[in-house]
């Protein structure tokens, strides 16, 4: 697939012709750590690249492309537990499933989805 989105990038017409090979399943992954490529975290200078992929589904005119469609990883959450007591979800946890459900509203064509997140709390 990187070999593909490579070449895409040589031209407007392998662009538009790889365009939908690219965005025929897409896995949108979430690390509970920072990572890093090169000595440098991903991201860097940014937003994480989960947040930066979300937008574009959400963004650009791409997920009427999206035939499979899964989240995966793992989500930190801070004082999971003292919300849990007075019975409230946690406004990111929210803002995650509002725009994963704006990118699903997005994909006309979306055959299979999947979402597995793990809740991490942090004290």
Same mark, same amino acid.
């Given at each position: 697939?990187?070999?593909?989105?490579?070449?895409?990038?040589?031209?407007? &017409?392998?662009?538009?012709?790889?365009?939908?090979?690219?965005?025929?399943?897409?896995?949108?992954?979430?690390?509970?750590?920072?990572?890093?490529?090169?000595?440098?975290?991903?991201?860097?200078?940014?937003?994480?690249?989960?947040?930066?992929?979300?937008?574009?589904? &959400?963004?650009?005119?791409?997920?009427?492309?999206?035939?499979?469609? /899964?989240?995966?990883?793992?989500?930190?959450?801070?004082?999971? *537990?003292?919300?849990?007591?007075?019975?409230?979800?946690?406004?990111? /946890?929210?803002?995650?499933?509002? &725009?994963?459900?704006?990118?699903?509203?997005?994909?006309?064509?979306? *055959?299979?989805?999947?979402?597995?997140?793990?809740?991490?709390?942090?004290?």
């Amino acid at each position: 697939m990187a070999d593909l989105a490579r070449v895409s990038q040589t031209c407007r &017409v392998l662009h538009f012709m790889a365009l939908p090979q690219l965005y025929n399943h897409v896995t949108l992954r979430s690390y509970d750590t920072i990572r890093y490529i090169d000595g440098k975290p991903e991201g860097y200078g940014g937003a994480s690249p989960f947040s930066i992929a979300l937008n574009g589904l &959400v963004t650009r005119n791409v997920g009427q492309l999206v035939h499979t469609f /899964s989240v995966v990883g793992k989500w930190k959450e801070h004082d999971l *537990e003292e919300l849990g007591k007075v019975g409230q979800i946690p406004d990111s /946890s929210i803002l995650l499933n509002t &725009v994963v459900r704006l990118a699903i509203d997005k994909m006309a064509k979306l *055959e299979s989805f999947r979402y597995f997140i793990s809740y991490i709390l942090i004290e």
